[in-house]
């Protein structure tokens, strides 16, 4: 059973950086894709920023410049970035791995538990 788990929550005060962590239970390499999602209290889930397997982002528009994810195979960790921390910024961050699993392109998702991350003064 693939594990994702993320570390690296807290809570920081407006315009802190923070970076968050997911690490694998295999290697990375496996996935096609790795990202992160966020929910807010009372809010749906929402993407914040993926990677594939050939390195390729994507980041919701409102966040490209402040958020950055990264990887790093050896580790088996995508990483989140983030500067410039804001109140709304606030939410139960999430780690999302998915595999193509055959050639029609059915797919597997894998998710992580979450890691709270509060901005407050």
């Known amino acids: 059973q693939v594990q994702l788990a993320e570390s690296g929550g807290g809570l920081v005060r407006p315009g802190d950086s923070l970076r968050v962590s997911c690490t694998a239970s295999?290697?990375?390499?496996?996935?096609?894709?790795v990202g992160w999602y966020r929910q807010a209290s009372g809010k749906q889930r929402e993407m914040v920023a993926s990677?594939?397997?050939?390195?390729?982002?994507n980041y919701a528009h409102a966040l490209e410049g402040r958020f950055t994810i990264s990887r790093d195979n050896a580790k088996n960790t995508v990483d989140l970035q983030m500067n410039s921390l804001k109140p709304e910024d606030t939410a139960v961050y999430y780690c999302?791995?998915?595999?193509?699993?055959?050639?029609?392109?059915?797919?597997?998702?894998?998710w992580g538990q979450g890691t709270q991350v509060t901005v407050s003064a």
């Open positions: 999302k791995a998915v595999s193509v699993v055959n050639v029609e392109g059915a797919t597997r998702t894998y």
């Open positions: 295999r290697s990375i390499t496996r996935f096609d894709s």
């Open positions: 990677i594939t397997s050939s390195g390729n982002t």
